[in-house]
């Protein structure tokens, strides 16, 4: 992975189902979660994120308009070792889950804002209806066909508008098997059939979808 992320990478449909990852406090906690007290753990994110969870860095992730579910996991991910986020592991052991429960809470209630308004390319086949031949189900069943995320049987983040260069990085370490926190292998197991040229498409195409444009180089 690349960047900080939540830095460490938030990407990518590989949460696992709420119901089966967290404890019945957990999702208290979760649902629950105040964006009013979230203020001064904010402050933190936003020297990598922006202040409102809007990257300003193509190799960082927005954080803004994503499930609140999926940012809650893949905090307590990082916090656990679960996933490798260079310090976000560490920034995220000093959160409790309260924090935690807070910070999400802000940044799902938080838009990505548009940069432009262009005609959105056509739809890659892979989102569209996905591969039989190899077994690959439709991008849109888990990340919703405006690319918004869903909970379904998996808590799948938005795609739409992510950076393009953190959207590769993202989808090579599931390729690669370097990133392994995703639910049933799910992830691993459709990114290693992918192409480099398959990945490419499926980021510029779900950038647009955003309505997000490449940011200036830091």
Known sequence: MIGPLLAG???????????????????QLL???NPAEAAGPAKK?????GESGVSDDDEIPHLA???ASYLFKQLLDFAADR???????????KLSEQDMANLVALFASTELPPMQDEPLPPEPKLVSSGDTARNLSPC???HGAD?????DKYDAPALAGMPR???????QSFKEGSRQNDADAVMRDAAKTLSVAEIDALAAYYLALGKRQPLPPQ
Do not use: I, W
């Open 9 to 27: 990478g938030l990407l990518l449909a590989a949460a696992s189902t709420s119901a089966g990852v967290l404890s019945a406090e957990q999702q």
């Open 31 to 33: 649902a629950a979660g």
């Open 45 to 49: 994110c936003g020297k990598c994120h």
């Open 65 to 67: 308009a994503q499930p």
């Open 83 to 93: 996933r490798d986020g260079g310090r976000m592991n560490k920034t995220a052991r």
């Open 140 to 142: 849109k069943d888990c």
């Open 147 to 151: 690319g918004k995320g869903k909970a």
């Open 165 to 171: 260069p953190y959207f590769v990085a993202a989808m």
